[in-house]
């Protein structure tokens, strides 16, 4: 089969303005209760989008650690590509992508550090492994495997069993100003409906065409 031939017939759901919440964050929280009601894989995985110092996008998975009216949370390292990009353009473009339900979720906003209180009791939530990966890897650094190892070992061993965050691994929020929820419909007439935020802080909602 051709590539080109490949595709998916939507038509489970619709969404209309009459029946999404007044916010977004109001909207995701049931879309996202949903997403675990029919036990969608990893739900909480989203893309996250950034802008390198060449004006390049770039993108990668990311898992979503937390959500509220601030924003949408993630956990990384500071010194990564993306941390890097991050603290040069602070701005971020999230998607969720959550095929058995036929939905899409896109939010774009500004970027800020979590605070020092917030990162560590997320560090100290994750299992030990995990936090002394932390440690070990200078994400997006080049690095052989057997080096890695020898670093995971080495520190296994110096850190014990409860390490402290390092200084470079912490969390992000994006505070958006534009959500975006799409609901696959049949013929591709999908349904968009988008939430604006407007400088006296409301939201404003439109439909897109699909």
């Not at 949408?72 to 058995?100: C, D, I, M």
Request: glycine share 6%.
């Amino acid at each position: 089969m051709s590539v080109a031939d490949i595709r998916q017939k939507y038509g489970k759901f619709e969404l209309l303005e009459s029946d999404v919440a007044d916010t977004p964050i109001e909207q995701f929280t049931r879309w996202f209760a949903q997403a675990l009601e029919a036990q969608v894989p990893e739900p909480n995985a989203m893309t996250v989008a950034t802008l390198g110092p060449d004006q390049h996008p770039s993108a990668r998975i990311v898992l979503l650690k937390g959500f509220d009216e601030r924003g949408f949370v993630f956990y990384t390292n500071y010194e990564s590509r993306k941390g890097r990009e991050l603290a040069q353009h602070p701005r971020a473009s999230l998607l969720f992508f959550w095929q058995p339900l036929e939905r899409q979720v896109r939010v774009e906003g500004r970027i800020e550090k979590t605070s020092a209180e917030e990162s560590d009791e997320y560090f100290h939530s994750r299992p030990l492994d995990s936090r002394i990966g932390a440690w070990v890897s200078p994400q997006s650094q080049p690095i052989s495997r057997q080096e890695l190892e020898a670093r995971k070992q080495a520190l296994t061993e110096s850190l014990g069993e409860s390490p402290d965050r390092p200084p470079h691994w912490g969390g992000y929020r994006v505070v958006p100003h534009y959500v975006e929820f799409w609901q696959g419909r049949p013929s591709r007439l999908h349904d968009r409906l988008a939430y604006r935020l407007q400088d006296d802080s409301q939201w404003t909602l439109q439909r897109l065409a699909p």
